[in-house]
């Protein structure tokens, strides 16, 4: 297993598109999370899935957003009708249940432009 | 609400300097710390994880304290070289707050001249 992948790298659309990015989590990890980080500011926790079950929302998730992990492995990250203050890189990491005992690996990340 | 500071937010040093990077909490209730680095428009690599029963960890040129009770932590790079030169971020898990996810501060720009 060679750890967190995030795909795409890079994302330019237009506004008002929609985009999906995806996130296959280390095998064993079962919990997932997306956040999301602005140019200079440390990233902002979106949302996070133990297994398929999403546990909590950040109210940052507005509407627009929506995450999905559906069998447990891989996740997705929609953002319909797309707005230049969604420019941002997206994060994925993941962790095992017991998080004090290996904390967070987290993938390269998928830079989000909205021209 | 916990909130996670890091000073100073840039640091500019030259090679071979021992550095020290702070990061300061305010809710000491925390379940661990964990340093990462990162890269411009890269992704997060995590340093060193300390655990709430820990005080340090060490990894290679890497040494990382928790003092839960002052709320800090700091992190000592030795022996600093040019490829050092990244965003470093602390981030703090509270349990309190029901669920496992970190709360980062905003990092400390690092640029080592050669």
């Known amino acids: 297993d060679t750890g967190v992948s995030q795909d795409p790298r890079h994302k330019i659309t237009k506004r008002g598109q929609n985009v999906t990015f995806r996130c296959d989590p280390i095998s064993e990890h079962n919990r997932l999370y997306w956040y999301r980080q602005t140019l200079g500011q440390g990233p902002e926790f979106l949302t996070y899935?133990?297994?398929?079950?999403?546990?909590?929302k950040s109210r940052l998730l507005s509407d627009r957003f929506s995450a999905e992990r559906p069998k447990g492995s891989f996740s997705t990250l929609e953002i319909q009708r797309t707005e230049q203050g969604d420019s941002a890189m997206y994060l994925c990491?993941?962790?095992?249940?017991?998080?004090?005992?290996?904390?967070?690996?987290f993938g390269s990340g998928t830079r989000l432009t909205v021209v | 609400k916990q909130e996670v500071t890091q000073i100073p937010a840039a640091l500019s040093v030259p090679e071979g300097e021992n550095l020290v990077l702070n990061c300061s909490f305010t809710d000491s209730a925390i379940y661990n710390l964990q340093w990462f680095r990162q890269d411009p428009g890269k992704g997060l690599t995590s340093l060193l994880l300390i655990q709430s029963s820990q005080r340090e960890q060490t990894s290679g040129r890497l040494n990382a304290s928790l003092d839960k009770s002052s709320g800090r932590s700091t992190l000592y790079i030795a022996a600093s070289q040019p490829g050092d030169s990244a965003t470093y971020l602390c981030?703090?898990?509270?349990?309190?707050?029901?669920?496992?996810?970190?709360?980062f501060g905003t990092g400390t720009r690092l640029k080592v001249l050669a």
């Open positions: 981030a703090v898990i509270n349990p309190l707050t029901g669920t496992y996810k970190y709360i």
């Open positions: 990491a993941s962790s095992l249940t017991a998080v004090k005992s290996g904390g967070y690996t």
């Open positions: 899935f133990q297994n398929e079950a999403q546990l909590e």
